[in-house]
């Protein structure tokens, strides 16, 4: 545990949070409802009420977020995403390039509150205060790969505000959302001794494909570099490849699938990319109502495994009392069952690989030029 110093009469919600363990564990098991809360005793509790958006500034940070073309996702966006739609608001999301920059958003008031990776004496410098975007979770974070040391700043330790997110984290943490969200987001899902040859095929394959991975994207509104990441679970981008079970082609499509999106050639690398897009497509518009930073996930289960075992699954959350639009309980059913049933082991390797290679690209300078 960290123990922090006050700044003038305030005290550290970090050196709160820390020091006062059970009164944490009291804050998110009786989490203040939204409503419950007069807004005119604060300041950027107020403003959130007033404006119903939640304005967040990140450090760009693997752990935190990354962008990709028409979506963003991430550790610290999933969570921060989960906070905003507990208070039913929207979330304007915004990165910048350090901590410094992000804190000094919420000095300034032009922020909520930010997501940061500095450390706490950084923060009680600038007069604000912190705690862990983890509720103590270190070891999930640790063992996933990500930062430790991501933590939500904010201006007042006595605003509202405040005080709803310190409990909505520590509740996160209680029902297992935290250990969850940091699974998902495992950043040891591929071997690190495996990441030079994906790198080098990557290199290699991309180049040759952009044109048809582009158009396809666009024509679907996707991203290619996604596009991409599947194209290479799938097949390694190889428009040669053939499973055991004949699927085939760049995007492994079966045959039925195949005469349904129009492709008249499996092996025919433009035919097999358009084909894939258009499917994925028809999936991302059959989960149209799951929330755009989850429904990518959706569709490429329902890619993987076809939307009927996908739905079947989200019937059975249903059946559980679960949401069966929210992604981690999706993925967590997956994940616990995945010894059980191979088709949920390979849907979970599925996404999360695709994820990571997804990751790779959007963070390696050399392939971003391509």
Same mark, same amino acid.
């Given at each position: 545990?960290?123990?922090s ?14 020091s ?9 098991t ?6 419950s ?21 990140a ?6 977020v @990354?962008?990709?073309?028409?979506? *963003?996702? +991430?550790?610290?966006y999933? !969570?921060? %995403?989960? #906070?905003?739609? &507990? ?15 992000a ?27 912190a705690?862990?975007?983890s ?19 904010f ?12 409990? @909505?984290?520590?509740?996160?943490? *209680?029902? +297992?959302?935290?250990?969850? !969200?940091? %699974?998902? #987001?495992?950043? &040891?899902?591929?071997k ?10 990557l ?45 085939r ?9 195949a ?27 059959r989960y ?10 959706y569709?490429?289960?329902?890619y ?14 249903k ?10 309980q ?7 069952h ?33």
């Open positions: 545990m960290h123990s110093s006050t700044s003038g009469s305030r005290l550290s919600l970090h050196s709160f949070l820390n006062h363990t059970t009164k944490a564990m009291v804050l998110a009786a989490f203040i409802p939204f409503h809360i007069n807004a005119s005793k604060t300041n950027q509790y107020h403003s959130v009420v007033n404006s119903n958006t939640l304005n967040v500034v450090v760009s940070d693997p752990s935190v @990354f962008k990709d073309g028409g979506f *963003q996702h +991430g550790f610290g999933d !969570l921060v %995403s989960s #906070y905003a739609e &507990n208070l039913n608001v929207k979330l304007n999301f915004k990165t910048v390039s350090s901590n410094e920059a804190m000094k958003l919420v000095a300034q008031g032009k922020a909520n509150f930010a997501i940061t990776t500095a450390d706490m004496n950084q923060i009680e410098t600038q007069k604000l205060v705690f862990s975007a509720c103590g979770e270190m070891n999930s974070l640790k063992k996933s790969g990500l930062n430790t040391n991501i933590n939500w700043v201006k007042r330790a006595d605003d509202p505000l405040t005080e709803t997110a310190s409990g @909505f984290v520590c509740q996160s943490k *209680q029902n +297992g959302q935290i250990k969850q !969200l940091a %699974s998902f #987001y495992n950043r &040891n899902v591929v690190q001794q495996d990441w030079n040859t994906i790198h080098r095929d290199s290699k394959r991309m180049p040759i494909y952009k044109a048809s991975l582009k158009k396809s994207a666009q024509k679907f509104d996707l991203d290619w570099h996604f596009l991409a990441a599947i194209g290479y679970q799938e097949s390694y981008l190889k428009p040669d490849s053939v499973s055991p079970t004949g699927v082609g760049i995007m492994m499509l079966t045959s039925s699938t005469n349904a999106m129009g492709v008249t050639n499996r092996s025919d690398p433009a035919q097999s990319i358009q084909g894939g897009a258009k499917y994925f497509d028809l999936m991302m518009t149209a109502h799951i929330p755009i930073q989850d429904r990518y996930w569709a490429l289960v329902a993987n495994m076809g939307p009927g075992a996908t739905d079947a699954v989200m019937q059975r959350l059946a559980q009392g679960k949401n069966p639009n929210d992604w981690i999706m993925y967590d059913y997956l994940n616990r995945q010894s059980s049933n191979s088709r949920y082991r390979q849907a979970v390797q599925y996404v999360t690989r695709i994820r990571a290679y997804l990751e790779h690209i959007k963070s390696s300078p050399k392939l971003l030029q391509i």
